[in-house]
T-cell receptor, first 112, second 114 residues
Framework: GNSVTQMEGPVTLSEEAFLTINCTYT??????LFWYVQYPGEGLQLLLK?????DKGSNKGFEATYRKETTSFHLEKGSVQVSDSAVYFC???????????FGQGTRLTINP | NAGVTQTPKFQVLKTGQSMTLQCAQD?????MSWYRQDPGMGLRLIHY???????DQGEVPNGYNVSRSTTEDFPLRLLSAAPSQTSVYFC?????????????FGPGTRLTVT
């Protein structure tokens, strides 16, 4: 079956540090991959997505590249801000389907 | 547009009580779903619906019922609450069709069963 594994948190960084949150997946076929972000007290919001191999999703300075050969979709940002503190979820869905399979989430805290 | 709304925001139940979590969306989305969020486990799909009158089970459906009589509403019913159902519940909606449509999430309902 489909599954997503994220790096364990929590992750604590200083402002302007480089961020990587690892995500690997197991899936049949060719899934679409997503990163969702959950700010304190809120629901999830789509951060970025990629629908095929070698696609790069990007938004708000965050990037992730769909790597089929390593079944990975790592989230990166070159210089994090305090406002990036949140829980980040990697997820997949089979092509054209709506059912999402989530990783366990990674809590990120950025200190000024 | 209000997007996806959920009520209540917080609820405490005693074991064996029943209740309904409400979810509504005003975006005319065909697809709606319920997830539960537990520490260290991400979000797990409980039930989903691809349109009025059509529902199906997700990964963790036991102890929960749903119905979809209108496009806008997708309530989640707990028939006899158990402590294992203590969790944060999220409703989500999206379009259906070819392509990968963004799912929009509600703000969540935090449920405690004692």
């Amino acid at each position: 079956g489909n599954s997503v594994t994220q790096m364990e948190g929590p992750v604590t960084l200083s402002e302007e540090a480089f961020l990587t949150i690892n995500c690997t997946y197991t899936a049949t076929g060719y899934p679409s991959l997503f990163w969702y972000v959950q700010y304190p007290g809120e629901g999830l919001q789509l951060l970025l997505k990629a629908t095929k191999a070698d696609d790069k999703g990007s938004n708000k300075g965050f990037e992730a590249t769909y790597r089929k050969e390593t079944t990975s979709f790592h989230l990166e940002k070159g210089s994090v801000q305090v406002s990036d503190s949140a829980v980040y979820f990697c997820a997949l869905a089979n092509q054209g389907a709506q059912k999402l399979v989530f990783g366990q989430g990674t809590r990120l805290t950025i200190n000024p | 547009n209000a997007g996806v709304t959920q009520t209540p925001k917080f609820q405490v139940l005693k074991t064996g009580q029943s209740m309904t979590l409400q979810c509504a969306q005003d975006m005319n989305h065909e697809y709606m779903s319920w997830y539960r969020q537990d520490p260290g486990m991400g979000l797990r799909l409980i039930h989903y619906s691809v349109g009025a009158g059509i529902t199906d089970q997700g990964e963790v459906p036991n102890g929960y019922n749903v119905s979809r009589s209108t496009t806008e509403d997708f309530p989640l019913r707990l028939l006899s609450a158990a402590p294992s159902q203590t969790s944060v519940y999220f409703c989500a909606s999206s379009l259906v069709g070819v392509g990968d449509y963004e799912q929009y999430f509600g703000p969540g309902t935090r449920l405690t069963v004692t």
